[in-house]
């Protein structure tokens, strides 16, 4: 390994000459290798650093023999320290490529504002760009003063529309494309090795798979009314975050998969979602009403008190007026101090006694009720109603003559008491003397009808009589069977005695047969004589 010219022999000795001799010898051979592509005894960094060629260390080696590899000796009049100094120089004198965008990752609003890639390279050198495919995107880019005070120059290209239909840019979804970048020192008409940089290109906005939707729409399904204020967030993209806004306020970051609305009254909330490239996506919206007041206790009343005073609470009607329902609410009433409920409607509930058929009873009850609003709050039980409830009806009374003063069952008296039997405890009755027209009230268990005997009003005949009872509920028997008799309070004629013969003088009453004649006897009547 000798040098070829009187300068170059000048900076040979100057490098080397301090060298032993068997290092020098040791360092031209490996040199001489190196620059004819034969990599058996492979120059180290310590070797370049003893031949005065900077730059090579662990990082570039590998490159710089490579380079070295692709520059065989050709005879030419260049010797091979300055051969292996432009190899040092190709690999040490690599311009770059700045970070893109803030990230190397290009999002549509960048892509529409436009892209200028920027970088840096030597001060007497110009940089050519190059698409992933290997073509040029420009060539010839001149290098400016970074005012450093380096031979470290910078560049700057923006990209056109064009080089963005050549990459791709237009609908990219996270694509990764490699640039490459090379320069070339105009000086010493060197070109660098090309080097490449990694760009992300997504230009295409992420699309939620799943619409916003309430935590728990505690009214009616899809109504958008509600007690708990939790919103639920799902179907983001992967990777991608996500921010809220409730009514006017600003975007704020949402973290997890959901977020709580405080404060009642409607509201209406977006959420969009920016991915890792920073695209926003359209926003998601949500309109709802947040309710988590409960609404107030209600008030159940009897609708008719049938018993005797109105105000007993003993009733043949279960009928509970209800009062205060919100509007929209629904309401529940129980009949076992809350433990189940069971849905109302309307104004009333009918609570169901004996005669309402199998499974209902009548007797002491006790109801409660409460509504539940449209956003599903529950309000206070309401003050129990208590009460007896009798749908059973009262059995048909009994009649009976008090006394058949005539023969015992031919219901011919002259005694117009009637009893009545087979009242209720409690029980009031009515008897009808019209077949059931008109009805007036009964004392004690008995009716006298009034005969000719009695006066003025009375008199006697056939009688019919209707009876029936009421009992403490209001609920009215059957009517009694038709009760019919014959009063007759008039008392007969005389008779008349007359002697069937006065054998003596014919008006003296004197005779000798003692047989009298009866007359005037009223057909059907007995008579007897004394």
């Known amino acids: 390994f000798t040098p070829d010219a009187d300068v170059d022999r000048q900076d040979w000795f100057l490098v080397v000459g301090a060298l032993e001799p068997y290092k020098r010898t040791d360092l031209a051979i490996k040199a001489g290798l190196a620059v004819q592509g034969d990599n058996s005894r492979p120059m180290t960094a310590e070797d370049f650093a003893a031949l005065k060629i900077s730059g090579v260390n662990a990082g570039n080696l590998a490159k710089v023999q490579a380079q070295l590899a692709r520059q065989a000796d050709d005879g030419s009049s260049v010797n091979t320290w300055a051969k292996l100094a432009d190899a040092v120089f190709t690999v040490t004198n690599v311009p770059a490529i700045n970070t893109v965008a803030g990230d190397d990752i290009i999002n549509l609003a960048e892509r529409t504002a436009g892209v200028t890639l920027t970088g840096t390279a030597g001060k007497d050198d110009t940089v050519t760009l190059f698409y992933p495919d290997g073509s040029?995107?420009?060539?010839?880019i001149t290098t400016h003063d970074s005012g450093t005070g380096t031979s470290v120059w910078n560049w700057s290209f923006t990209l056109t529309a064009g080089d963005w239909q050549a990459l791709g840019a237009d609908g990219a979804n996270g694509v990764e494309k490699i640039i490459g970048i090379q320069s070339h020192n105009t000086v010493k008409g060197l070109d660098s090795i090309r080097v490449t940089h990694s760009i992300t290109i997504d230009t295409t906005p992420p699309v939620f798979t799943a619409p916003l939707a309430l935590a728990s729409d505690t009214g009616i399904p899809g109504d958008g009314i509600t007690s708990v204020g939790?919103?639920?967030?799902?179907?983001?993209?992967?990777a991608a975050r996500w921010a809220y806004?409730?009514?006017g306020s600003d975007y704020q970051p949402g973290s997890g998969g959901s977020f709580t609305i405080a404060g009642d009254g409607a509201h209406t909330v977006k959420v969009r979602q920016t991915d890792r490239a920073g695209n926003d996506s359209a926003e998601q919206v949500l309109t709802m009403t947040l309710d988590t007041a409960a609404p107030a206790k209600l008030s159940a009343t009897l609708a008719h008190d049938t018993g005797s005073s109105g105000l007993d609470r003993l009733t043949n009607d279960g009928t509970l007026n209800v009062s205060g329902v919100e509007s929209g609410a629904s309401w529940q009433y129980s009949l076992d101090s809350g433990v189940t409920w069971s849905n109302g409607s309307g104004g009333s509930v009918k609570i169901k006694g004996a005669a309402d058929g199998a499974g209902n009873a009548d007797g002491a009850?006790?109801?409660?009720?409460?509504?539940t609003d449209v956003a599903g709050n529950v309000g206070a039980v309401s003050d129990a109603?208590?009460?007896t409830l009798d749908t059973t009806l009262p059995a048909k009374p009994a009649l009976a003559l008090a006394k058949d003063s005539g023969n015992t069952s031919d219901r011919i008296t002259n005694e117009g008491t009637v009893n009545i039997s087979k009242l209720e405890a409690g029980a009031s009755w009515q008897y009808s003397l019209d077949n059931g027209a008109t009805w007036q009230d009964g004392i004690a268990a008995s009716f006298r009808f009034a005969g000719t005997a009695d006066g003025s009003g009375g008199s006697d005949g056939a009688k019919n009589m209707l009876v029936r009872q009421t009992d403490a509920a209001g609920n009215v028997s059957p009517n009694s069977d038709k009760f019919s008799f014959t009063l007759d309070t008039t008392a007969p004629a005389a008779p008349s005695l007359a002697l069937s013969v006065d054998s003596g003088n014919p008006t003296d009453k004197i005779t000798n047969n003692a047989t009298f004649k009866v007359s005037g006897i009223e057909s059907g009547a007995s008579w007897q004589y004394s």
């Open 136 to 140: 040029v995107i420009k060539s010839g």
């Open 230 to 238: 939790k919103v639920l967030v799902s179907g983001l993209e992967a």
């Open 245 to 247: 806004k409730i009514d």
């Open 365 to 371: 009850k006790k109801v409660v009720v409460r509504q």
């Open 385 to 387: 109603v208590s009460f």
